[in-house]
């Protein structure tokens, strides 16, 4: 999924330290990272090459050029030739369910924009570290729609709801520190350091042991779902097979 003939390719997947870290890259700096339907299959083809490599325990998820991603590209909006196939390839290509059910750990080094649905890429990694320059927004509800990439599902979840509310009603600009202030980043690096930094704390990860990497990441993910007591048992079974 790297370059071939022809235009570059949208999305970029290469392995590094033996294959235990994997690094995707948007791909599309003219259109400062614009999700389209060539970046969506290539994304996906990404994914489920981490998914499918055993030897892959953490995901660096980055944007080439000025911007991590600034969401849907607005020139393909309502271009698909019938909503019924477009629907059902949507659900055909599962992208963000993959890219939050994956065993790996994901990282995301957001610089730039970070808009509606490149915002909420965001949102779906594990962690996320922030140059200083980046900027965080979801329009969608200004424009007649609401966040579509997960994120009526994240952000209360990071955030709880009076604050998710806050920020998608609004649409307001969040500045890097500010993002880092309520959750949304763990970290605000200089743009300079934010490549290092992201593959420094993937090669932490990559580090320990798999097994546990995935039983701690099913024992939040799904725990949250469910009540507490229902979490602590999941733990429980969790911790006992380790």
């Given at each position: ?8 390719a949208?999305v ?28 969506r299959?290539g ?24 911007a ?30 993959t ?5 790996a750990?994901?990282?995301a080094?957001?610089?730039?924009y970070a ?12 962690q996320?570290?922030a140059?200083?320059?980046a900027?965080?927004s979801l329009?969608?509800?200004g424009m007649g ?10 952000l ?8 998710a509310?806050d ?5 307001r ?20 350091r ?12 990559a580090?320990?042991?798999h ?8 024992a939040?993910?799904?725990?949250l779902d469910q ?14 097979v380790?």
């Open positions: 999924m790297g370059e071939r003939d022809g235009p570059p949208a970029l997947y290469e392995l590094i330290d033996d294959g235990r870290v994997g690094v995707i890259t948007l791909n599309r700096p003219e259109r400062l990272n614009a999700y389209d339907i060539t970046m299959d994304l996906y083809e990404a994914l489920l090459a981490v998914r499918d490599d055993p030897r892959v325990r953490a995901v660096i998820l980055r944007g080439n050029g000025r991590f991603c600034t969401g849907g590209d607005v020139a393909e909006f309502g271009s698909a030739p019938s909503a019924v196939r477009a629907r059902e390839v949507r659900w055909l290509r599962d992208v963000w369910g890219l939050w059910q994956l065993p750990i994901t990282i080094a957001v610089h730039g808009v509606g649905g490149g915002f909420e890429m965001a949102l779906l990694c594990d996320s570290i140059a200083s320059n900027r965080f329009p969608e509800t729609m609401i966040p579509g990439v997960g994120g009526t599902q994240t209360p979840r990071l955030l709880g709801t009076g604050r509310l920020v998608v009603l609004t649409g600009w969040l500045e890097a520190r500010t993002a880092a202030r309520l959750g949304l980043v763990s970290r605000v690096v200089a743009p300079s934010l490549a290092a930094a992201a593959r420094s704390l993937a090669r932490r990860v580090g320990l042991d097994a546990a990497l995935k039983a701690l990441k099913r939040i993910n799904d725990g009540p507490l007591e229902g979490g602590l048992a999941l733990e429980r079974r969790l911790a006992g380790l």
